[in-house]
């Protein structure tokens, strides 16, 4: 449910533009950028993306204990170092006009990725902060899932 304006309705071809340049973000497996996408909007407080991004990590095989604690995974033996490296950077990404994207989070993020998915990880978080801005902006809310997982639309 969208509570102000319906922004896909009303200009559905830069939401199209922006999904089809998602789809070229290929570099990061699916489980790790659901984890990102997911720590992101957590930070943006957008209940559409959480929603859809948890989703997408469980597909992924991501497990309910770890996303229980996405939120507070600097605290958590259960990232490795690599996930822990790609959170930081995200949140660093997420809250640049504070972060600056400092040196210190960039080159740890080296030691575990390459160049492509380095570029591929920011862009995927560069998006992320996109539509969280877009969904936040207009009350974009998830639908309420009943006992079965099947979805109903969300009341205001």
């Known amino acids: 449910m969208i509570n102000r304006i319906d922004y896909y309705e009303l200009n559905p071809k830069v939401i199209d533009?922006?999904?089809?340049?998602d789809k070229h973000i290929a570099a990061i497996d699916a489980r790790l950028r659901a984890l990102v996408d997911l720590r992101v909007s957590q930070i943006n407080g957008c209940a559409y993306c959480v929603d859809l991004h948890s989703e997408l990590a469980r597909e992924a095989g991501e497990t309910q204990q770890?996303?229980?604690?996405?939120?507070?995974?600097?605290?958590?033996?259960?990232?490795?170092?690599?996930?822990?490296?790609a959170l930081a950077w995200a949140e660093t990404i997420t809250h640049l006009s504070e972060t600056h994207a400092?040196?210190?989070?960039y080159q740890a993020l080296t030691q575990h990725f390459s160049e492509r998915e380095i570029v591929d990880?920011?862009?995927?978080?560069?998006?992320?902060?996109?539509?969280?801005?877009?969904?936040v902006s207009f009350r974009h809310l998830p639908d309420i899932r009943d006992v079965d997982g099947q979805r109903q639309a969300a009341s205001a």
Not at 102 to 105: C, F, N
């Open 17 to 21: 533009r922006l999904e089809s340049i």
């Open 66 to 85: 770890r996303l229980d604690c996405l939120a507070v995974w600097q605290e958590c033996p259960f990232f490795d170092d690599r996930e822990r490296t």
């Open 102 to 105: 400092p040196d210190h989070v």
């Open 121 to 135: 990880l920011t862009y995927s978080v560069a998006f992320t902060n996109t539509w969280n801005r877009v969904a």
